[in-house]
C-alpha cells in the first residue's frame, strides 16, 4: 500500500469533501472533489492506473490532507477556490490570467459610475466583470448619452451643498450633468437614474424604455413637448442599441451557454451569458488537461471556474452533453435539440471553433493577438464611411469651451494611425476675439494651427474634425481657404448629441453605423479633445489666469463675487440687475460700489 495512503486510509470519510496531494517539498500537487472521500481517494491507489500522468502524480505524493464539507455543491466550490489560488501542477490549467474590467457604482453621495480594473472591499457596487474594455467602455458611454450623471470628484455632502461650497462646471451646461452640486437634482431623483443604469447594464433595456414612455406621455398630456421630444429620443436611441443587443428570443430569460470542442489534451471552452435574452458577456478560453480528464469533467470545471469569475447566478446552463458529475443541484441544465436554445447552443459552437482556429492561425504565423492591421481595418472602413480621397492616418480634432459664458479657449487633438499622438495635442488662449463667439474663435485657432504647419514645413493632417455646428464649421472652412488648403485637408463637422458628421454646404449629413469601428474611433477622438480641452481650462482657472471684471472693482472681495455668481451665474447678468437686487445679495454698501462701476455701462 502506498505510504501516504496507508496513513489516512482508515480515517477517510464516506462524506462529500476536498483532498490535496502534497509532494516531499510540501508543495501541493494535486486538489481534488468528491462526493465520499474514502471512495474517491482509495480509487489512486487500489486501481491499476491507466494514465501515465496518473501514474507519474501518485508517485510524487508525500501527503495527503482532506476536508469534509456539507454538501458535494460545497466540495465544488471550495475545489474551485483552492486551484484559483494554489494552481497545483497537476489540476485543469485554465489559461485566462487576464484581469477584467468593471464598471463601479461608487458609496458616496450622489455616486459616481466609471470604469475601473481594480476592485476594493470598500462598499461600492462592482458591475461585472465585462470580456471586454472596449465593450465597457462602449457600454459605459451609451448610458452616459441616455442618463446625466455626475463626473467630477468634489465630496457632495449634504453640509457641503447647503454651504454653496460648489458650482456647476462645463458638465451641467452641456447636459451631461444635471447639478447636484448646486442641489439642481435631489438624491431621489439621482438614485431613480442609477437604478435605470443598473437596469441597462444587467441588458433589462426594455424596462428603462418603458419607464421612459410613460415620462414622454406625462410631458406630452402637460403640453410640454420639447421636453417629451428630448425623452422620445433616448427612447429611439434605447431601442436602437435593443435591436442590436438582442441576439434571441427574450422569453429565453436569463440563461448561460458553454460550448466546448477538445483535441488532445488541449480544450477550448466558449461561454455566452443572457439577461433577459440579451447577450451580455462572451467568452472563450483554452483548457489544458493535465491527467486525462474526460471532456464532461472538463467542461464541468471550467463552467464552475468561469462562472464563478463572472458572478454568474443564472439558474439554466444550456450544455451539449450531460454533465453528471457537476456537483450542484440549484441550477438546471438544459441539453437542447431544436429550438431558440439550440441555435445558441451552436453560436457558442460557432464561436469555439472560431477561437481554435484563430489560435492555430496565429501559432502558425507566429503573429500577436491583436495585429497592427486591426487599426489599418478601422481608417480604411473611416475612408469608405465619409468617401474621403485618402487613407486617415493623421486626423485632427478641434472644439472650443468657455466657463459659465466666460474665458473662451480651445483644445486640438492629434491621432496618427488611429492612436493618440499626445505630443501633437495642442491649446489655445483665445488673442483675437472679445467676449464668447465659438464661430471666430474657432475661426482663430484653425488659422493659427495650419499657418504654423505650413511654415514649419510639417505633414498636414488628411481629415479635420471640429466638434460643433454648421456654423463653426463654416468659420474653420473659411480659415482652410485663406490657407487655400481646400484641397488638401477634409474638414467635417461633429454634432455634439446627434454624433452626425457633416461636410460644409451639404443639407444632408452622415450617420455612421452605431455599432461601426470607425464611429468608436471619432468617439474616442472626440471624448478626446474635450478631455483635453477640460482639463486645460480648469488648470487656467486655477492658476488665476482669468480675471472677471468683478474682480477689478476696488471693495468687492471674493466672498462678494462667490455669492453674485452663484445667484446670476454670469457677469453680464449682474451687470443687468438693478440696485435692489443687488442690495438683496452683497448689502447696501457694495451694491453702490457696483452700481457706480456699471453706471458708464448702462
Not at 458535494?72 to 471550495?78: F, G, R, V, Y
Not at 443564472?314 to 431558440?340: A, L, M, R
Not at 454634432?495 to 468608436?520: C, H, M, R, V, Y
Amino acid at each position: 500500500m502506498h505510504p501516504a495512503y496507508a496513513k489516512i486510509a482508515e480515517t477517510l470519510p464516506n462524506l462529500p469533501g476536498i483532498y490535496k496531494y502534497y509532494n516531499e517539498a510540501n508543495e501541493l500537487l494535486y486538489v481534488g472533489k468528491a462526493k465520499q472521500l474514502k471512495k474517491r481517494v482509495a480509487s489512486y491507489f487500489t486501481k491499476t492506473l491507466a494514465s501515465y500522468k496518473t501514474h507519474e502524480l501518485v508517485q510524487k505524493i508525500s501527503r495527503i490532507e482532506f476536508t469534509i464539507v456539507n454538501t458535494e455543491q460545497d466540495a465544488l466550490l471550495l475545489e474551485n477556490s483552492l486551484i484559483k489560488q494554489f494552481q497545483p501542477k497537476y489540476n485543469i490549467d485554465l489559461k485566462d490570467d487576464k484581469t477584467y474590467p468593471y464598471i463601479v457604482i461608487k458609496k458616496e453621495p450622489f455616486p459616481r459610475i466609471f470604469f475601473t480594473r481594480k476592485k476594493f472591499n470598500d462598499g461600492s457596487e462592482y458591475l461585472g466583470p465585462f470580456t471586454s474594455v472596449a465593450k465597457a467602455r462602449d457600454l459605459l458611454y451609451f448610458v452616459k448619452q441616455i442618463i446625466p450623471l455626475r463626473t467630477c470628484k468634489l465630496a457632495l455632502t449634504e453640509n457641503n451643498i447647503a454651504k454653496k461650497k460648489f458650482k456647476v462646471c462645463l458638465e451641467y451646461h452641456l447636459g451631461n450633468c444635471k447639478g447636484p452640486c448646486q442641489a439642481l437634482q435631489n438624491q431621489d431623483d439621482y438614485n431613480n437614474a442609477l437604478s435605470q443604469v443598473k437596469e441597462i447594464l444587467k441588458g433589462n433595456v426594455s424596462g428603462v424604455i418603458q419607464l421612459y414612455k410613460k415620462e414622454m406621455k406625462a410631458y406630452a398630456t402637460n403640453l410640454e413637448f420639447e421636453k417629451a421630444e428630448q425623452i422620445k429620443k433616448k427612447i429611439d436611441y434605447l431601442e436602437t442599441y435593443q435591436e442590436k443587443s438582442v441576439i434571441v428570443n427574450k422569453t429565453i430569460g436569463n440563461v448561460d451557454v458553454f460550448s466546448i470542442v477538445a483535441e488532445n489534451n488541449i480544450a477550448f471552452v466558449n461561454f455566452l451569458m443572457l439577461q433577459n435574452g440579451t447577450i451580455i458577456h462572451t467568452h472563450t478560453v483554452q483548457v489544458e488537461t493535465k491527467l486525462d480528464e474526460t471532456i464532461e469533467e472538463t467542461l464541468a470545471f471550467s463552467i464552475q471556474q468561469i462562472r464563478d469569475t463572472f458572478n454568474s447566478a443564472n439558474k439554466e446552463i444550456i450544455v451539449p452533453f450531460d454533465i453528471s458529475n457537476y456537483g450542484d443541484n440549484t441550477v438546471q441544465f438544459t441539453i437542447p435539440k431544436v429550438g431558440d436554445k439550440k441555435k445558441l447552443l451552436n453560436l457558442s459552437f460557432t464561436n469555439t471553433n472560431y477561437f481554435k482556429l484563430e489560435l492555430k492561425k496565429q501559432k502558425a504565423l507566429n503573429l500577436p493577438i491583436k495585429s497592427n492591421n486591426a487599426y489599418y481595418e478601422v481608417l480604411k472602413e473611416l475612408q469608405i464611411n465619409l468617401h474621403l480621397k485618402q487613407l486617415p492616418t493623421h486626423i485632427e480634432c478641434f472644439d472650443n469651451s468657455n466657463f459659465q459664458g466666460s474665458f473662451p479657449v480651445s483644445a486640438m487633438v492629434c491621432f496618427k494611425d488611429g492612436m493618440p499622438s499626445k505630443e501633437n495635442y495642442r491649446h489655445y488662449n483665445v488673442k483675437t476675439v472679445v467676449g464668447i463667439n465659438d464661430f471666430a474663435t474657432m475661426s482663430e485657432v484653425v488659422l493659427r494651427r495650419y499657418t504654423r504647419l505650413l511654415n514649419e514645413n510639417k505633414p498636414l493632417p488628411q481629415l479635420v474634425i471640429i466638434d460643433g455646428g454648421k456654423g463653426q464649421l463654416g468659420a474653420a472652412m473659411e480659415s482652410i481657404r485663406k490657407l487655400d488648403l481646400q484641397h488638401e485637408i477634409t474638414l467635417v463637422g461633429l454634432a455634439k448629441n446627434e454624433e452626425e458628421i457633416f461636410f460644409a454646404g451639404d443639407t444632408q449629413s452622415i450617420k455612421l453605423p452605431w455599432d461601426s469601428d470607425s464611429l468608436k474611433l471619432v468617439r474616442r477622438i472626440r471624448d478626446e479633445v474635450h478631455r483635453f480641452g477640460i482639463t486645460f481650462h480648469r488648470n487656467q482657472r486655477s492658476k488665476g489666469v482669468f480675471k472677471t471684471e468683478l474682480q477689478e472693482i476696488e471693495g468687492i472681495g471674493k466672498a462678494s463675487i462667490d455669492a453674485l455668481m452663484q445667484q446670476f451665474k454670469s457677469v453680464k447678468n449682474i451687470k443687468s440687475q438693478s440696485f435692489e437686487n443687488l442690495k438683496a445679495i452683497v448689502g447696501e454698501s457694495k451694491a453702490k460700489i457696483l452700481v457706480n462701476a456699471f453706471l458708464p455701462l448702462k
